[in-house]
């Protein structure tokens, strides 16, 4: 488990991380999310015992990383922003100081050193220098070095960062199968990635928490949630005509697709297939929005909101 | 204890891993040569001993030492793996330590190639070995002291030719303190006591000590402490700051 009490840390007059409180519980896959600079990756330095917080602290399965920083480093895997790691080492050489690094008894580090590189398909490439690998690799490697150890706690800095789709998607395989009874922590600022892995999301801006919620319930606050859209031919003529439904609170004609917002009368899809089949409309689309957490994110984040 | 040695293990690999080691090895090697036989005029002096040897040590300890120690801290600044290694479960002491051992084990393994000058002597005349044991030594720790502050500056900035001058300068220093260049500066104006401290910080007067033969207690006391100082000087401003 996680608590962070009150963490803050300031850079002269900047205020990089402003006063965050929360709790992890097991289980549970956070997501940070935020924009560039937001603190993200800062909350993660001092969760790690990277940085010290200027004031606050925060317990890590009850050990304070403050007062008890080693000890409390025991407990997690982390993967830095751009998976830093010792360039001129073979994966091989770096993965077995890692390995002893992470205190893990002499009989078990070549096991668990092989086990971690079978798992993450480094075998292929555990004898080449970690400089000559591509980014994929690299990024493989990094999490290689935070997993060794199986830690408690996992916190991925930006683990997709920079790679291409098919890389992204097989990170996210390793995040997913790794997730069970761990408490894992991921920055990012890509979007779908949290809603592909994340059990809980906190949106973090200028320093300060502005949300905490399940995807599902931040997508639940886009006033696209449970709107209507189609294509229909003579759009102006339908929107004037649905909009007077009562289900109806306000039709939005744009690049000819029609969107229609709930009144909050519920039934609105419902409602509006069947005004189409009276009127026999020839519409070409017609779908249900379950919300869009680009929108959301804008809302929550827009510097107007916080200025 | 395991987690400096563990350090040090991957320095060493790191040196070896790179063309670092050997440059600094033939670097090392063929300056000494060169030194020793032609400023030294080793053999036309008609001396069978080491001091042309040990002589230019310092100056050639004041450019290659440096050379070394640069990349100690700044390259783990510039890569990011600083944030890797700090999040290991190791403390600041550890690491530096680690690092610094490596170092000087790797000089001390550049002093060793040159044994067959030692040999070579030998095979001359009849040195007195004991003289030649004590300024290797001697040698060894001065390279430390170097190596220390070297370590320092290099915790201090993420650019590893900063470092590189840096290490130079304050080098530089210590090895001239005691010298009139240096001591001019201060004389006339700055109590004797202070005169007397300033001189007494020179590297090459305790060399100079050590590599005659006369191992005084005080001069393997002040290299300690000097190493000691750098390091823990190196300790506290990693702790300080440690992102940039």
Redesign the interface.
Known sequence: MIEAKSLCKSYGSLKAVDDLSFTVEDGQVLGFLGPNGAGKSTTMKMLTGFLTPTSGTALINGIDVVDSSVAARKNIGYLPEGAPSYGEMTVLQFMLFVARARLIDKNDVVSSVERVIEKLNLTEVKHQPIETLSKGFKRRVGLAQAIIHDPQILILDEPTDGLDPNQKREVRRLIRAMAKDKIIIISTHILEEVAALCNRVMIIANGKLLADDSPQGLIGRSRYHNAVSLVVESAEKVASSLSELPQVARAELREGELTLFPSGEGGLFEAVTAAVSENQWQVSALRLEVGRLDEVFHTITRPEASA | M??MI??M??EL??YF??PVAYVFLIIFLVMTGIFTFYLGNFYERGFADLDPFFRFHPWLYLFLIPAISMRLWAEERR???I??L??????TCQAVLGKFLAAWFFIGLALLLTLPMWITVNYLGAPDNGVILAAYLGSWLMAGGFLAIGSCMSALTRNQVVAFILSIVVCFLFLLSGLPMVMNLFSGWAPQIFLDGIASLSFLKHFADISKGVIDSRDLVYFVLVIGFWLLANVLILDMK??D
């Open positions: 395991n987690g563990n350090i293990r991957r690999t790191g891993a790179t890569s990011g793996t944030e890797l700090f999040t290991l479960p190791l403390t440690k992102a």
